[in-house]
T-cell receptor
Framework: AQSVTQLDSQVPVFEEAPVELRCNYS??????LFWYVQYPNQGLQLLLK??????LVKGINGFEAEFNKSQTSFHLRKPSVHISDTAEYFC????????FGAGTRLTVKP | DGGITQSPKYLFRKEGQNVTLSCEQN?????MYWYRQDPGQGLRLIYY???????QKGDIAEGYSVSREKKESFPLTVTSAQKNPTAFYLC??????????????FGNGTRLTVT
């Protein structure tokens, strides 16, 4: 079975600082990996996805993620965050069904 | 614009009452899903449907029921048998469940409060 662990439940950072949200996955087969963002009282929006090929994936709003097969990780990064990036971020793994991590709440402070 | 519409956005019910949450999509997607979101627990799959008139239980189906009479619509009923129904409910769709590389498209959710 596939599973996802998001290592930090909350990440506070100051505006314009870099941020990394950590995600580890567990699977005995090749899977597809996704990051979604959720703003308050809204649904989830796709940030980026890794299907195959280059291990560095670029997404919307300046986010990128790196797939590391040996460490079974798919960490999300942004070099300089804005107040508007404050949201909850979900890592997900897909094989037969989409499995989500518990989420990381990113709070960007001025 | 294509998308998923969930209604209502907020719903209040008394304990013991059944309640139905609406989900409509105009993306022409075959697969539709219902997730429940609780703080700190991520999203948990309640039911999914791959085609009209077919649906399958997810991880937490007890106390819930669904129907799929039309491709566009996948309503969720929260019955009085659901022990802890207060939660944020999200409907999603994808092109086809047999395409794991296909991302999910989400509605904006319905927040259900049962007192």
């Amino acid at each position: 079975a596939q599973s996802v662990t998001q290592l930090d439940s909350q990440v506070p950072v100051f505006e314009e600082a870099p941020v990394e949200l950590r995600c580890n996955y567990s699977s005995s087969v090749s899977v597809y990996l996704f990051w979604y963002v959720q703003y308050p009282n809204q649904g989830l929006q796709l940030l980026l996805k890794y299907l195959s090929g280059s291990t560095l994936v670029k997404g919307i709003n300046g986010f990128e993620a790196e797939f590391n097969k040996s460490q079974t990780s798919f960490h999300l990064r942004k070099p300089s965050v804005h107040i508007s990036d404050t949201a909850e971020y979900f890592c997900a793994v897909s094989f037969n069904d989409m499995r989500f991590g518990a989420g990381t709440r990113l709070t960007v402070k001025p | 614009d294509g998308g998923i519409t969930q209604s209502p956005k907020y719903l209040f019910r008394k304990e013991g009452q059944n309640v139905t949450l609406s989900c409509e999509q105009n993306l022409n997607h075959d697969a539709m899903y219902w997730y429940r979101q609780d703080p700190g627990q991520g999203l948990r799959l309640i039911y999914y449907s791959q085609i009209v008139n077919d649906f399958q239980k997810g991880d937490i189906a007890e106390g819930y029921s669904v129907s799929r009479e039309k491709k566009e619509s996948f309503p969720l009923t929260v019955t009085s048998a659901q022990k802890n129904p207060t939660a944020f409910y999200l409907c999603a769709s994808s092109m086809w469940r047999g395409m794991p590389e296909s991302p999910l498209h989400f509605g904006n959710g319905t927040r259900l409060t049962v007192t």
